[in-house]
C-alpha cells in the first residue's frame, strides 16, 4: 500500500477510509462546521488535504483524552 503524503488531495474515498466516516457523515459535518472543508475542483470533485485532515483527527484525538481527564478528576472528588 502507498503511503499517504501530508501536502497529499483526497478524495472522499480516502477521507472515508482514514476517518472512518460515512459519507453522509462527513457531508453533514462539513455543513454544521465540525469537519474540514474540501476543496472544489470543479462541480462534481472535492478534495481535502490531507494535513487538514490529520490536524482534525489529531483534535479531535486531544478532546477526548482531556474529556477522559476530566471525567476521571470529577470521579475523584467526589
Not at 483526497?10 to 462546521?33: D, F, H, P, Y
Request: net charge positive; glycine share 2%; no cysteine.
Amino acid at each position: 500500500m502507498q503511503s499517504i503524503r501530508p501536502d497529499q488531495l483526497l478524495r472522499i474515498t480516502e477521507v472515508r477510509r482514514l476517518t472512518s466516516l460515512a459519507k453522509s457523515t462527513i457531508n453533514l459535518w462539513v455543513a454544521q462546521g465540525k469537519f474540514p472543508k474540501p476543496l472544489t475542483l470543479s462541480p462534481t470533485i472535492k478534495v481535502w488535504r490531507n494535513q487538514s485532515l490529520i490536524e482534525w483527527i489529531d483534535k479531535q484525538s486531544n478532546n477526548k483524552s482531556q474529556d477522559s481527564k476530566s471525567v476521571n478528576s470529577d470521579e475523584l472528588g467526589s
